[in-house]
C-alpha cells in the first residue's frame, strides 16, 4: 500500500535515539531503527513496557530531543519545526505546567502563544474546561494546590487549546479516576471523529484496545509487532460463531453437529484471548534464558534489544 | 561601546594592527564587531526565528515570568532593602544638612543597586535550568514558540520584573528624600532666624533655604589649575620659594638636538639652564623658622653669591641667597636621575644679573651619562623647584633650556600645543598635600593663588539672579603655625576673571569647609562667554587648603532632582538588563549555580581586573621575581615570564568584559550633579554591544540544547 504525504500524519523513518553521558559516551539505546507511518484520521497506539523509548519517540517527535540517526516527518513538516507546532496537541507524561499559575491563566498563557485573539480566548477555554470537566471553582486556584487527575485535565485541556489536527498523549489516563479514563476514551474517539489524528502512548492495554485502530509494541527500544488491532488480535485456530438468541437445545444440536464434522474442543463462550495475552507472550519471547530481565533500555553500549542483563 | 578597549589592548600586539587602522574604525570596533556576532548567530540556524518573532509570545512569556515573580514574592525583598536603608540613614551622622539629604541619595540608590542586581542574577540564572529540570519547558517548546522568543521572553521578563524593584525602590527614594528635605530646611529656617545678623554662616544657611536640599546642577570643570605666588601677569608667572612650589618645562629633542648633544659630550658641556627674576623679603617668623630647619642660615662661600638681591632687605635677618632644585623627568614624570634623586632635586645657586631688573641665572651642567638618558628619552621635563624661602621667583614664556657653551642657539621646549608661535609654556605646582596641590594661607590675601582655568564653557544667560554659582570643594590642613584661637572656620576668596573683557570680579570670601561644597555666587558677567579664570586664595595663615582641578566648578544650570533620578534609576534598570541578559546566557549551557558564579565573573572581571592595577601592569613579572630572591637568573626570567604572561592575558580578557564603572548610578546624583546625557548613553551603549551579541549567542546555545534533562 503506498501512502501520499496528504494521507500520512506522521511518518518515522529508521529512527534511532542514543542518550550520551556527559563526555558524550553512549549510554542508552532508547530508541532503535524505528520506521513506522501514521495515517491521517487514525488513532494509532504506542505500546511497551516501561523504558521501552515511547516517550522517546514522542519526544524526537516533537523537538525536544534529537535523533542520534533516521529522520521523521510531521503533517509533512520535519520534526521539530517550530512552523508545524501550529497544529500539535501535546499532552506530555506527566503535567509540566506552571504551578503558580491558575488552571484559567495557564491555558490564556498558552493561548497566547498561539497567538489566538483575546476574545477568541475567553470564549474557548470556558468550553475547553467543560469538555475536560474542570468545574468553575477549581479553574480559580492555582495548579500546586491541584490533585493529579485533575492536573491531567488541565494538561489536556492545554493539548486541545489550538484545536490541533495532531494530538500526541503521553499515557493520558495516568492519574484519572475510571470515570475520568472513561471520559478520556470518549474524548479521544470523539476527537477521531472530528478527523483528527491521534498518537497515544500507554501500557494500559485495555484503554489502547478501547480506542485505538493500529497500534505497535516497542520493547527495549525496537519495533515488535504492528497492524490493525483486530488483525492482531485475532486468534487464528479458533473460529468464533456468535449468534443471537439461541436455545439450549439448538446448542446441544450445534455441538453435535460439530463433533459430527471431526471438529473438538468446543468451546461455547466468548474468546479470552485479549491485547494483554499479546502484550505479555511478546515480552515474554524476548527475555533472556527464561529470566526477568529489569525493564528499560540496557546500560552501556549495547543497545537496548539484545536483552543482556543490566549491569 | 567599550571604550576602555583600545588602552587595555594596548599591549597585545596581534590587535596593534586593529588600533593602527583609522581612527574611525577603532571608534565604532566595538559596535562593528557586535553587529557581525549578531547577524552571524542570528544566520547560523537561517532567518526563520527572527521572522517568526512575534511580540504577543514574547509578551506572553515574559509576562509568566513577572506573575511567577510576584507570586513567589520576589517583591518582599524591597520592604526589606527600604527598612535598611531608613535605619542606617537614621544612624549616620551627617555632618550637615546637604550632607544627610546626599548621604541618604547614596544609600537609597546603593541599596536598590544591590538589590536590583542580586534578585537579577538569582531570578534569571535559575529559571531556564530550573524550567528543563522540572519540564514545563516541554510545554513551551512545543507550542509555536521559537527558542529566540523564549530567550527574549525570558530576558524582557527579568528585565520587567527589574523595572517593578527599581520603580518602587525609587518611589520610595523621592518619597523619603522629599520628608527629609522638607523637615531638614524647616530647622534651617530656625538656625537661619536665630543666627546673628554677620554670622558667616548665614549666607550659606540662605543658600539652602531658598534653593532647598534637593537641588541638581549642571556642572563644568576648570581645564585646569595651577599655583602661582601672585596672579600671573601675561606670561610673567611667579612662583614663592619655601612652599613647594615648582614649576614643569617639557622638551621634545629633535633628531638635530640629539646630534648636537652628542657632539657636545665630546670634550664639551651641556648645561640645563633657568633664568628667572627674583624678588626679596624680610623673612616673617614662620620663614625665619624654615630657613633655620634648611640649614640655609650658615652664609655660603659661595662664589656665584653676587652682590645683595634687589628686595626690601631688611635689617637682622635676611633672605638667603636664592637657589633653585633641578629635577629631569622622563615621560611619566619619574626622575630620570634614578634612584640617586631622591625626589629632591640637584640644587644650584641662582647668579645675579649685571644689572638689577634683569634676571638672576641658574646653571645645572649635565653629566655625560645624564645627556646620554635625556638623549635617549627624548622627550623629557625639567623640573624647577623654588627653594629659598621668603624668595619669588619669575619665570617668563621661556624660563628653561639646553644651553651648549658653543652651540649657535640653545635647545628651547616645543612649540606650544594651543599656539604654534611660541614654546610650550611652564606649568606651575605645588607639592602635593592630603587632597591636592598645597595652597599657603595668608591673612592678607596676598599669598599664593591657585589659577582655575575655564574655557569654552557654556554659560546659560539670563539666569533670574544675575549671579552664577562656583561651587567650591578644598580640604584643608593645618600646619603646625596654625593658631587655633582665631576661631574655627577658614577664610578663603574666590576672584574671578573674564578673560574675554578683562574685568575682575575683586575678591569675595567664602569660608570652606574641608572636602564639602561651599557655593559661591559671582555677578554673571565675570564669566560671560564662557572663558574665564578663577583664582582662589587661602585667607587662613597657618592652614594648607588642597586643591586639585575638581576644586572648583562652575554650575552652569539648575535641573530638576526628579528627571537626575529617574535618569539614575534608569541606568540601574540598563544594569539591570545586562546582568539578566549575562544571566540567561549562563543558565542555557550551565546548572544555576555555575550560572551565578559565571555571571558574577563576567560582570566583575573587568572591574576586578582594574582593581588589581599596578600589579598587572608590564614590569609587574619582573618585580614579582625579584621579590622571590631567587639565587638563579633562569628562575627569576621564569617567574618574571610566567607572571608577566598571566597578567596581561587577564588585561586581555578583561578588555572584552563589560566595564561596570560604565553605569555611574550614585556617583553624580550623590552630588548633586545633574548627569550628563553621554553617561547615559555610555551605559546604553554597553549593554546593546554586549547584551545584543550575548543574547544571540544564547539563542544560538539554547536552539541546539536538548530540553530533555
Ligand atoms: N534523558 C535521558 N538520559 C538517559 N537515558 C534516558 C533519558 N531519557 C530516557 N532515557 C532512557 O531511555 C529509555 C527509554 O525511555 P522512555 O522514557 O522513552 O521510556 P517509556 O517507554 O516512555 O517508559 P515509561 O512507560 O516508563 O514511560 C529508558 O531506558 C530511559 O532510562
Ligand atoms: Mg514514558
Known amino acids: 500500500m503506498t501512502l501520499t504525504a496528504d494521507t500520512e500524519a506522521v511518518r518515522i523513518e529508521h529512527l534511532s535515539k542514543v542518550y550520551k553521558d556527559f563526555w558524550g559516551r553512549d549510554k542508552v539505546r532508547a530508541l532503535d531503527d524505528l520506521s513506522l507511518t501514521i495515517h491521517r484520521g487514525e488513532v494509532f497506539g504506542l505500546l511497551g513496557p516501561n523504558g521501552s523509548g515511547k516517550s522517546t519517540t514522542i519526544k524526537l517527535l516533537l523537538g525536544l530531543i534529537f535523533p542520534t540517526a533516521g529522520s521523521a516527518s510531521i503533517l509533512g513538516h520535519p520534526a521539530g519545526s517550530t512552523a508545524i507546532n501550529e497544529r500539535i496537541g501535546f499532552l506530555p507524561e506527566e503535567s509540566y505546567l506552571y504551578r503558580f499559575l491558575t488552571g484559567e491563566e495557564t491555558l490564556h498563557f498558552y493561548g497566547r502563544l498561539f497567538k489566538i485573539p483575546r476574545k477568541e480566548l475567553n470564549r474557548r477555554v470556558p468550553l475547553l474546561l467543560d469538555t475536560v470537566g474542570l468545574n468553575t471553582k477549581d479553574r480559580k486556584r492555582k495548579l500546586r494546590e491541584y490533585s493529579k487527575g485533575m492536573a491531567r485535565r488541565i494538561g489536556l485541556a492545554q493539548a486541545l487549546i489550538n484545536n490541533p489536527d495532531l494530538i500526541l498523549l503521553d499515557e493520558p489516563t495516568t492519574g484519572l479516576d475510571p470515570i475520568g479514563t472513561r471520559e478520556m476514551k470518549d474524548l479521544i474517539i470523539s476527537l477521531k471523529e472530528q ?41 487464528k485456530d479458533i473460529t468464533q460463531i456468535q449468534t443471537k438468541g439461541m436455545t439450549p437445545a439448538q446448542v446441544e444440536e450445534m455441538r453435535q453437529f460439530l463433533s459430527r464434522m471431526g471438529v473438538s474442543d468446543t468451546v461455547v463462550t466468548h474468546p479470552t484471548t485479549t491485547l494483554e495475552d499479546l502484550f505479555m507472550r511478546i515480552v515474554r519471547e524476548r527475555t533472556v534464558n527464561g529470566q526477568v530481565v529489569p525493564v528499560g533500555a540496557t546500560p552501556g553500549n549495547g543497545h537496548a534489544g539484545n536483552g543482556k542483563p543490566g549491569m | 561601546m567599550f571604550p576602555n578597549l583600545p588602552q587595555s589592548l594596548s599591549g597585545s600586539f596581534s590587535l596593534n594592527i586593529l588600533l593602527a587602522a583609522p581612527s574611525v574604525w577603532s571608534q565604532y570596533a566595538p559596535w562593528i564587531v557586535a553587529s557581525v556576532l549578531v547577524i552571524a548567530g542570528l544566520a547560523a540556524f537561517g532567518f526563520d526565528d527572527v521572522l517568526r518573532l512575534h511580540w504577543r509570545r514574547i509578551w506572553a512569556i515574559s509576562g509568566v515570568c513577572v506573575t511567577e515573580s510576584l507570586r513567589r514574592r520576589v517583591l518582599w525583598v524591597t520592604p526589606m532593602a527600604v527598612l535598611g536603608v531608613i535605619v542606617i540613614s537614621q544612624l549616620n551622622q551627617p555632618l550637615d544638612a546637604q550632607d544627610a539629604i546626599r548621604q541618604t541619595t547614596k544609600f537609597c540608590l546603593f541599596a536598590s543597586a544591590m538589590l536590583v542586581t542580586i534578585t537579577a542574577v538569582i531570578l534569571a540564572c535559575t529559571n531556564l535550568p530550573r524550567e528543563i529540570e522540572n519540564r514545563v519547558i516541554f510545554t513551551i517548546v512545543t507550542k509555536p514558540t521559537t527558542r529566540l522568543e523564549i530567550v527574549i521572553g525570558k530576558v524582557l521578563g527579568f528585565a520587567r520584573v527589574s523595572g517593578v524593584i527599581i520603580l518602587i525602590m525609587g518611589v520610595f527614594t523621592l518619597a523619603y528624600l522629599q520628608f527629609r528635605t522638607w523637615r531638614m530646611v524647616g530647622q534651617l529656617k530656625a538656625q537661619l532666624a536665630a543666627e546673628p545678623a554677620n554670622s558667616p554662616l548665614r549666607p550659606m544657611l540662605a543658600h539652602y533655604v531658598n534653593s532647598g536640599l534637593l537641588g541638581t546642577r549642571s556642572i563644568e570643570w576648570a581645564k585646569d589649575v595651577q599655583v602661582f605666588a601672585r596672579p600671573p601677569q601675561g606670561d610673567m608667572r611667579w612662583m614663592a620659594g619655601g612652599e613647594g612650589q615648582y614649576f614643569i ?27 628667572l627674576l627674583v624678588e626679596q623679603h624680610k623673612p616673617d617668623e614662620s620663614e625665619q623658622r624654615l630657613i633655620k630647619d634648611m640649614g640655609l642660615l650658615k652664609s655660603k662661600t659661595s662664589n656665584v653669591l653676587g652682590p645683595a638681591a634687589p628686595t626690601t632687605a631688611p635689617a637682622g635677618m635676611t633672605a638667603p641667597p636664592p637657589q633653585v632644585a633641578f629635577r629631569l623627568l622622563d615621560e611619566n614624570h619619574r626622575a630620570l636621575s634614578g634612584s640617586a634623586d631622591m625626589g629632591v632635586g640637584q640644587v644650584v645657586d641662582l647668579k645675579a644679573p649685571e644689572k638689577p631688573g634683569m634676571p638672576f641665572r641658574g646653571d645645572l651642567e649635565l653629566s655625560p651619562d645624564m645627556v646620554a638618558r635625556v638623549t635617549g628619552a627624548g622627550r623629557f621635563y625639567v623640573q624647577v623647584n623654588a627653594r629659598t624661602p621668603a624668595t619669588l621667583y619669575g619665570a617668563n614664556d621661556r624660563p628653561v633650556f639646553l644651553y651648549i657653551p658653543g652651540a649657535a642657539a640653545p635647545i628651547l621646549p616645543p612649540a606650544d600645543p594651543t599656539n604654534a608661535s611660541r614654546v610650550a609654556l611652564p606649568t606651575f605646582y605645588s607639592f602635593p598635600g592630603r587632597g591636592g596641590m598645597r595652597l599657603t594661607g595668608r591673612a592678607d590675601g596676598a599669598g599664593p593663588v591657585a589659577a582655575f582655568r575655564f574655557r569654552n564653557v557654556p554659560v546659560e544667560t539670563g539666569s533670574k539672579s544675575g549671579a552664577v554659582a562656583l561651587q567650591m570643594n578644598v580640604t584643608i590642613d593645618k600646619t603646625g603655625d596654625f593658631d587655633a584661637s582665631t576661631g574655627s572656620l577658614s577664610r578663603a576668596s574666590v576672584e574671578v576673571l ?23 555666587d559671582v555677578p554673571a558677567k565675570f564669566v560671560a562667554g564662557g572663558n574665564f579664570d578663577v583664582l582662589l586664595r587661602g585667607l587662613t595663615p597657618g592652614q594648607w587648603l588642597g586643591v586639585q582641578n575638581e576644586s572648583l566648578s562652575l554650575v552652569t544650570a539648575d535641573r530638576s532632582f526628579v528627571f537626575n533620578l529617574i535618569k539614575s534609576l534608569f541606568i540601574l534598570w540598563l544594569l539591570s538588563l545586562l546582568v539578566v541578559i549575562i544571566s540567561v546566557f549562563c543558565s542555557t549551557f550551565l546548572s544555576w549555580p555555575i550560572a551565578v558564579v559565571l555571571t558574577l565573573l563576567i560582570l566583575l572581571g573587568h572591574w576586578g581586573v582594574d582593581q588589581l592595577g599596578d600589579a598587572l601592569k608590564p614590569g609587574g613579572g619582573r618585580n614579582t621575581a625579584l621579590e622571590f630572591q631567587f639565587q638563579d637568573v633562569s628562575q627569576t626570567i621564569i617567574v618574571s615570564k610566567g607572571v608577566e604572561g598571566l597578567s596581561s592575558m587577564l588585561r586581555f580578557i578583561s578588555a572584552f568584559l563589560p566595564d561596570v564603572a560604565k553605569f555611574p548610578v550614585m556617583e553624580d546624583i550623590e552630588r548633586g550633579v545633574s548627569i550628563p546625557p553621554q553617561k547615559v548613553a555610555s551605559s546604553l551603549g554597553v549593554v546593546l554591544c554586549y547584551g545584543l551579541p550575548m543574547l544571540v549567542f544564547s539563542y544560538v546555545i539554547f536552539r541546539k540544547k536538548e530540553v530533555a534533562p
Open chain 2, 249 to 275: 618645562v617639557p622638551f621634545e629633542l629633535t633628531q638635530a638636538d640629539k646630534e648636537l648633544l652628542a657632539s657636545a659630550t665630546n670634550g664639551g658641556k651641556v648645561f640645563v639652564t633657568t633664568t
Open chain 2, 498 to 520: 573674564n578673560s574675554a573683557t578683562g574685568e575682575s570680579s575683586g575678591q569675595i570670601e567664602v569660608s570652606p569647609e574641608t572636602s564639602r561644597v561651599a557655593p559661591v
Open chain 1, 195 to 235: 478527523g483528527k489524528t491521534v498518537l497515544l502512548c500507554s501500557h494500559l492495554l485495555a484503554d489502547v484496545q478501547d480506542v485505538c485502530e493500529r497500534i505497535t509494541i516497542l520493547f527495549r527500544g525496537q519495533m515488535q509487532t504492528l497492524g490493525q488491532v483486530r488483525d492482531l488480535l485475532e486468534v
